[in-house]
């Protein structure tokens, strides 16, 4: 991201301002998200970065670090686990927790797991109830009043009209009829008692910025992102990773090595792989850019609802 | 460029497959523009947006089966794409068939990532499209080509131009459904112009599309032949951005956040809003005026020897200088003014009505301060641009009106820096923001009234006097006992050869005050004054007791504010409305209910109890006497 400056030593005044007109647009957005990060943590009490250990958490997690450089960020990490991830994730996410010197903080809704709540036999309650219901403990618990997200605008329908910082009650709903108008660079991170705030950073940024973004700045990722041979199942028309021996082999299932990665990142049981060779970043890059199918496709939690999947997960709590 | 069909938003595909690092290469230099697109219900927008989207394949095949299967069950399309079954996002909108709030979409071509702000086009629904036009670089007016220049599109136009937008595209749209007929489009462009130069756009970028059909939206249409000007796409990926001309400007940087790992590291951090800045600068502190000289600027990619505006930064100086978040960093030689009156352009965004001489949060840059508004010297009909005559903003409305900080404030004139000219209103209750403005220049007798420093400092005055100074304010209902306990304790301090003054409800409104009534407006101006003679005394070193009713929160805390920490001393005489109804002594509360006496508090105006005063009096359970003996030992224990 610095080549602008490096090239600049030397140059006149008039020069200088004829760089700027180059400012690229992961300049300009990773510019905006540092603005974002600082403005939050001046006027928050506690703040907290959610962490989930996909390759957007890597990229606020890197822009975290830039925006209080050479002070390590002032906020922990709150992972809110459902203990269904890929194990490779967890181990990033020890690693990067070390690296960055934060505190991590990792949450499982006890309720879920005294009652065994799984994927397999819960469905969209293991969402319900390790996510939206595990995500309201931790914050409640910890009394955090401001949680970065690394949500885009480009993700969703709903996404696409929720304002960077976002307000929920009490109980963590949002409205989305009743949400601060936000103006310029200016943010109102003003709260009524027991309001808190979402907040996303990269709200402006799409997929591919993400992937430009980590490949410029060797942002660390999990390798799940890149193709390797890996035991599969097919299921429902999607292709699932067979993670660890809790995956119950159903009648004549049979896991098949077969070269995958994934686009994106959840629980092992309910994220689709695809079928790919690409083993680099720039090969990601290219097959994403000539997929033709969306990034959260690979998920099932979208589908409810009538097409409004998101949006009524929202306005319960969902992050 | 009239025979130039190739496509600029296609060619990437081949580059992708054949060389993914190249095409990288490319992307890694875009540069980004944001703009917004207003027009009404029916002017086609959400279709031309989705058009964007289709023809720069943000569209995924997943999205698009679902939009071609939506578009059969609720499209207006017919068996076509309805593509603006894309752009509405939330199951409310979908239902109604409009868009009601601010959404963003994004799209890349060859050269510019685009953020897209759809703001929608009905008059409730102003604050939407001020909020969507104030990151935006350009603004696209569409015009329905068999409609011509409607209301709307002078609404548009005019909220363009008055937040500052220079690049206005006049999109007269619907081509396809008047025959690409040229004489309708210089028709439109005619009464367009006219318009325009009334209201002080000096140039736009006329362009006549389809967003149903495709004409000129990525290239020149065979269509309209008779159209020599750029299409959309062309236009917008050309267009030079609002960052590029801040980078001319002088330095200014708001510091956001005092950087201090350590001890031997002490750097502020901020965006820079304008110019640039290298190592070795001078540079200025305000509102101190302190200076020093840029000795490093550091990133976690390492130190750089210049920044430019729109870059966020953390800089270390030469000197140890008092610096923290709120001061502005600026070129030493040209700083900005420093001013708490000015005249403002404010654009009223919550349902509750402006209250003239009420406290707001006003947020500037990184500075947040205490703000009172005036009487709006008139209101802007959005419709017709005419001035009007208001005593107040309500929702939507948009006025010019003069403002006051309760300390002077870093800024720029809008026009010469949205970062440090723009601001936000909130509500000191609520946390609500209710306003945006933009501030035009500060008033003459701010700048040229200086703060007259005076040789005996207020520490030498209280010394003399061999006291420390207090406001010990009572707030309560009429008839509570206010004046009785504070004439108490008054004479209590006396004995102590405390040197005292008070200041009466009643007293100042036969002069200082009698020119106020007793609306809402009126007692908050009232209280502001009060509370600055009550300042000054402080400054004399005297305790002043104030016995005033001051039913607002707000105003009391504005008090509360222009005193020196610790001096203000809140005192509530806490007594139930029905027993001050029952005592009654002047004969008010008689009045009030019989409908002689407007704006009673208590009756039909609201006191608002302090939360947490320094002293609360509970009048049911002590006699006044008790209750300044109480008062008199919390003050001098």
Same mark, same amino acid.
């Given at each position: 991201m610095s080549c602008l400056y490096q090239a600049s030593i030397g140059r006149s005044e008039k020069d200088l301002a004829m760089a700027a007109r180059n400012l690229t647009h992961l300049e300009r957005l990773e510019s905006e998200a540092i603005h974002i990060m600082r403005e939050v943590v001046s006027e928050a009490e506690k703040p907290v970065m959610l962490y989930s250990v996909g390759k957007d958490s890597a990229v606020m997690l890197h822009l975290a670090r830039k925006a209080f450089y050479p002070s390590p960020p002032p906020f922990p990490l709150l992972h809110v686990d459902t203990t269904w991830k890929f194990q490779e994730m967890y181990k990033l996410r020890d690693q990067m927790a070390r690296e960055s010197g934060m505190e991590l903080l990792v949450y499982q809704n006890p309720e879920a797991k005294e009652r065994g709540i799984n994927p397999f036999d819960h469905g969209a309650l293991h969402t319900d109830m390790w996510k939206t219901e595990g995500l309201k403990q931790a914050l409640n618990l910890y009394g955090f009043d401001a949680a970065f997200g690394g949500a885009r605008r480009d993700e969703e329908k709903s996404r696409a009209k929720e304002r960077i910082f976002s307000f929920r009650t009490a109980s963590h709903g949002w409205d989305p009829k009743n949400q601060r108008p936000e103006l310029w660079n200016l943010y109102n991170a003003k709260k009524n008692k027991g309001e808190s705030i979402r907040v996303f950073p990269i709200s402006n940024w799409t997929e591919l910025d993400i992937w430009q973004y980590i490949h410029l700045n060797d942002v660390?990722?999990?390798?799940?992102?890149?193709? =390797?041979?890996?035991?599969?199942?097919?299921?429902?028309?999607?292709? *699932?990773?067979?993670?660890? =021996?809790r995956f119950p082999l159903r009648e004549g299932e049979e896991p098949v090595m077969r070269s995958i990665?994934?686009?994106?990142?959840?629980?092992?049981?309910?994220?689709?792989?695809?079928?790919?060779?690409?083993?680099?970043?720039?090969?990601?890059?290219?097959?994403?850019?000539?997929?033709?199918?969306?990034?959260?496709?690979?998920?099932?939690?979208?589908?409810?609802?009538?097409?409004?999947?998101?949006?009524?997960?929202?306005?319960?709590?969902y992050f | 460029m009239t025979d130039v069909m190739a496509d600029p938003i296609y060619k990437t595909d081949a580059l992708i497959a054949e060389d993914i690092d190249a095409y990288l290469e490319t992307h890694q230099h875009k540069t980004m523009l944001r703009f917004i697109t207003c027009g009404s219900v029916d002017d086609g927008k959400s279709t031309l947006i989705g058009r964007l989207l289709y023809d720069s394949k943000m569209i995924f095949e997943d999205q698009l089966a679902a939009l071609e299967a939506d578009s059969k069950k609720v499209g207006t399309q017919g068996q076509d794409i309805d593509f603006a079954l894309l752009v509405d996002g939330l199951a409310a909108e979908r239902e109604q068939g409009i868009t009601i709030d601010v959404a963003y979409r994004f799209f890349n071509t060859e050269k510019r990532k685009f953020i897209v702000a759809d703001t929608p086009g009905h008059e409730q629904y102003t604050r939407n499209m001020v909020t969507g036009a104030s990151t935006a670089d350009l603004a696209v007016i569409l015009i329905d080509a068999r409609k011509g220049v409607l209301v709307q599109t002078r609404r548009h136009s005019y909220l363009a131009h008055l937040i500052g937008i220079k690049n206005i595209v006049l999109a007269i749209n619907k081509m396809d459904l008047v025959d690409y007929d040229q004489s309708v489009y210089d028709a439109i462009l005619k009464d367009y112009t006219a318009f325009a130069t009334s209201i002080g756009i000096t140039a736009f970028t006329p362009i006549p599309i389809s967003g149903f059909k495709g004409d000129n939206i990525t290239g020149p249409s065979a269509n309209t032949p008779w159209y020599k000007g750029p299409a959309l796409i062309e236009h917008l990926e050309n267009v030079e951005v609002n960052a590029a001309t801040d980078a001319d400007k002088p330095f200014r940087m708001a510091v956001q956040w005092v950087n201090r790992p350590n001890l031997d590291f002490r750097g502020f951090s901020g965006q820079i809003a304008t110019g640039t800045v290298k190592l070795g600068d001078a540079i200025r502190i305000l509102p101190s005026g302190k200076t020093s000289t840029v000795s490093r600027i550091v990133t976690l990619d390492g130190d750089l020897d210049v920044a430019v505006a729109g870059q966020s930064v953390t800089i270390c100086l030469a000197d140890e200088v008092d610096c923290s978040r709120g001061d502005v960093i600026a070129a030493a030689d040209n700083p900005p003014q420093a001013a708490d009156q000015f005249e403002s352009t404010i654009v009223w965004?919550?349902?509750?009505?402006?209250?003239?001489?009420?406290?707001?949060? *006003?947020?500037?840059?990184?500075?947040?301060?205490?703000?009172?508004?005036?009487?709006?010297?008139?209101?802007?009909?959005? !419709?017709?641009?005419?001035?009007?005559?208001?005593?107040?903003?309500?929702?939507?409305?948009?006025?010019?009106?003069?403002?006051?900080?309760?300390?002077?404030?870093?800024?720029?004139?809008?026009?010469?820096?949205?970062?440090?000219?723009?601001?936000?209103?909130?509500?000191?209750?609520? !946390?609500?923001?209710?306003?945006?403005?933009?501030?035009?220049?500060?008033?003459?007798?701010?700048?040229?009234?200086?703060?007259?420093?005076?040789?005996?400092?207020?520490?030498?005055?209280?010394?003399?006097?061999?006291?420390?100074?207090?406001?010990?304010?009572?707030?309560?209902?009429?008839?509570?006992?206010?004046?009785?306990?504070?004439?108490?304790?008054?004479?209590?301090?006396?004995?102590? !050869?405390?040197?005292?003054?008070? *200041?009466?409800?009643? !007293?100042?409104?036969?002069?200082?005050?009698?020119? *106020?009534?007793?609306?809402?407006?009126d007692r908050v101006e009232n209280i502001r004054r009060v509370g600055e003679v009550a300042k000054l005394m402080t400054d004399a070193g005297l305790v002043v007791i104030t016995a005033f009713i001051s039913p607002f929160r707000s105003e009391r805390d504005m008090v509360r504010q222009m005193m020196q920490p610790g001096e203000f001393v809140e005192v509530h005489i806490d007594t139930p409305l029905a027993d001050a109804e029952a005592r009654d002594v002047k004969g008010l509360y008689k009045k009030a209910r019989s409908g002689e006496l407007k704006n009673f508090t208590g009756i039909d105006s609201p006191y608002e109890p302090p939360h947490d005063p320094e002293i609360r009096i509970d009048t049911m359970a002590m006699t006044a006497e008790e209750a300044a003996e109480l008062i008199v030992a919390r003050l001098i224990p």
């Open positions: 660390p990722i999990v390798p799940l992102y890149f193709a =390797d041979q890996r035991p599969t199942v097919e299921r429902d028309g999607m292709l *699932l990773m067979v993670d660890d =021996d990665r994934f686009r994106t990142l959840g629980c092992y049981p309910l994220t689709g792989a695809v079928e790919s060779t690409a083993k680099t970043l720039p090969e990601v890059i290219q097959e994403t850019l000539l997929t033709t199918t969306s990034e959260r496709q690979g998920r099932a939690i979208d589908k409810d609802a009538g097409g409004a999947g998101m949006e009524k997960k929202k306005q319960e709590g | 965004m919550a349902d509750e009505e402006m209250l003239p001489g009420r406290p707001y949060w *006003l947020k500037i840059g990184t500075q947040t301060v205490t703000a009172t508004v005036q009487q709006p010297k008139y209101q802007v009909n959005v !419709n017709t641009m005419e001035h009007l005559a208001a005593r107040t903003l309500d929702l939507n409305a948009i006025g010019v009106a003069n403002l006051s900080t309760d300390k002077a404030i870093s800024f720029e004139p809008y026009a010469q820096n949205r970062t440090l000219g723009g601001f936000i209103l909130i509500d000191k209750i609520t !946390n609500a923001t209710v306003a945006a403005g933009m501030l035009h220049f500060s008033l003459r007798r701010a700048q040229n009234v200086h703060w007259q420093p005076t040789d005996v400092s207020r520490e030498s005055h209280a010394a003399m006097k061999n006291q420390k100074p207090a406001v010990l304010w009572f707030t309560g209902l009429s008839g509570a006992g206010k004046s009785t306990i504070a004439n108490l304790v008054e004479k209590k301090l006396a004995r102590m !050869n405390r040197h005292t003054f008070l *200041l009466d409800g009643d !007293n100042v409104r036969h002069g200082l005050n009698k020119d *106020l009534g007793f609306t809402d407006a």
